[in-house]
């Protein structure tokens, strides 16, 4: 069993950066995938950003590219999303996916709330 945590939400201005910070509690973290998603008010979840087990490759959906940067931790069982360049549009509730690359297994975070202002 994996429990994530998020973290690091909050109000912005335009412009302006938070770093969100999802923590996972499970073993094993290494053998997980894992990404970013949001959803805003009225709107379908949506993917954000993702990294593989090794962090060796990173991949973001094309209104996060140049301005996000996912990335991991292994040994701190930490995944990150650094936000910069922020826009009101970019206000969602962020949540942490946890994909096991050796069972059948996906969990999700609780999420944390961005807001940013114009």
């Known amino acids: 069993q994996v429990q994530l945590v998020e973290s690091g939400g909050g109000l912005a201005q335009a412009g302006g950066s938070l770093r969100l910070s999802c923590a996972s509690s499970g073993r094993n973290f290494n053998n997980y995938a894992m990404g970013w998603f949001r959803q805003a008010p009225g709107k379908e979840r949506e993917f954000v950003a993702v990294i593989p087990s090794s962090g060796a490759t990173t991949y973001y959906a094309d209104f996060v590219k140049g301005r996000f940067t996912i990335s991991r931790d292994n040994a701190k069982n930490t995944l990150y999303l650094q936000m910069r360049s922020q826009k009101p549009e970019d206000t969602a509730v962020y949540y942490c996916?946890?994909?096991?690359?050796?069972?059948?297994?996906?969990?999700w975070g609780q999420g944390t709330q961005v807001t940013v202002s114009s």
């Open positions: 996916d946890a994909k096991s690359v050796v069972v059948e297994a996906d969990y």
